[in-house]
């Protein structure tokens, strides 16, 4: 609202009746006298209009006024406030709110501290390359300009944990990394199709194949990959061959057990001879046959024996007498 102010002078003239002279000076005349002695325009405070800024925080006081003073117009002009403008080369960048600097109460040319919008997983700039902290406030330094807050993507960590569930031990555990909202270029498919290749099958991929990395700067993203021995079954109909790698692609690695871990036979003779070891009759043999089904462990080459796919040794034909 417009403001304005008057200072009043008033005195005594005395009028000539015949020619209508006015007489100022003299026998009946006064002087100039303010009103109430009041001879000054007080200084004026610019009031706050919210969302712009004066150029001036007042009006200075006139002093001194006397009748023959002229008029005093003075002019406050008001800009419009700048913002903090969010701004990322980020593609993956999500946005954020602009934000008006906010009005100072007690000074119409001022603005005080505008809050930093905080990104999740991204890190804030001034126009200097300072970071500024999540909660943070900025105060700019030309309050009718805007301010670019540059964002940058945060690095996001994880791992990726291959465990063998037959033993419980984690076998190895890899780093990944990226930038927020970035996509993980990591795969676990190598790693799985080398630990097939040492007798290990996969029971559940954790791990994503499209990963994106969060926004969460404080908990990392962990995968695990479970895998766990292939059980190969081994039998007289079923046998391999011994000594042989039990895994091709691992030349140096476990071979399959000899066959007398699933394949025995107890034999008996009986030599016919005189007093002097003179063979007097043909020799008698027989045999008894035991077969079983053991399983073999692809990773440890250990020779199972007991438990799921196993079976006890069974005499063949069910004869386990010599007559």
């Known amino acids: 609202k417009q403001h304005t102010d008057s200072v009043n002078f008033t005195r005594t003239v005395v009028v000539d009746n015949v020619t209508g002279e006015v007489i100022t000076s003299g026998a009946g005349t006064t002087a100039w006298t303010a009103t109430n002695g009041d ?4 200084a004026v405070v610019s009031p706050v209009v919210s969302g712009s800024v004066a150029n001036k925080a007042q ?3 006139v002093t001194d006024l006397n009748a023959d003073s002229a008029d005093v117009n003075e002019t406050v002009t008001y800009t419009k406030v700048g913002s903090l403008v969010p701004s990322s080369s980020d593609g993956n960048f999500p946005g954020a709110p602009t ?5 100072d109460p007690s000074d119409a040319t001022k603005v005080t501290p505008a809050g930093v919008p905080t990104v999740p997983g991204y890190t804030a700039h001034d126009p200097e390359g300072h970071v500024l902290t999540p909660g943070s406030r900025y105060q700019p330094s030309d ?3 805007d301010t670019t807050i540059t964002y940058t993507a945060d690095q996001q960590k994880g791992s990726v944990s291959y465990v063998d569930d037959t033993t419980g031990k984690t076998l190895k555990t890899d780093s ?3 930038t927020t909202g970035s996509k993980s270029s990591y795969s676990t498919s190598d790693s799985i199709a080398d630990y097939k290749k040492h007798g290990y099958e996969l029971v559940t991929d954790g791990y994503p194949a499209d990963l994106t990395f969060d926004n969460n700067d404080t908990t ?3 995968f695990k990959v479970h895998l766990k021995h292939q059980l190969t079954p081994v039998n007289p109909t079923d046998p391999q061959i011994p000594g042989t790698p039990i895994n091709p692609d691992e030349p140096n690695g476990p071979k399959w057990p000899i066959s007398t871990n699933y394949d025995k036979t107890v034999n008996e003779t009986v030599s016919y001879v005189d007093q002097n070891g003179h063979v ?5 043999t027989d045999s008894v046959n035991f077969t079983r089904t053991v399983v073999v462990d692809n990773v440890t080459g250990e020779v199972i024996t007991s438990g799921a796919g196993t079976t006890a ?8 007498t010599f007559d």
Do not use: C, E, L
């Open 39 to 42: 001879t000054t325009f007080d």
């Open 59 to 61: 009006t200075a006081a």
């Open 99 to 103: 934000v008006v600097y906010p009005n």
């Open 143 to 145: 309050p009718t300009k």
């Open 176 to 178: 990944i990394s990226g």
């Open 220 to 222: 990392d993203q962990n």
């Open 280 to 284: 007097v009759a043909k020799q008698h």
């Open 313 to 320: 040794w069974t005499a063949t034909n069910g004869d386990t």
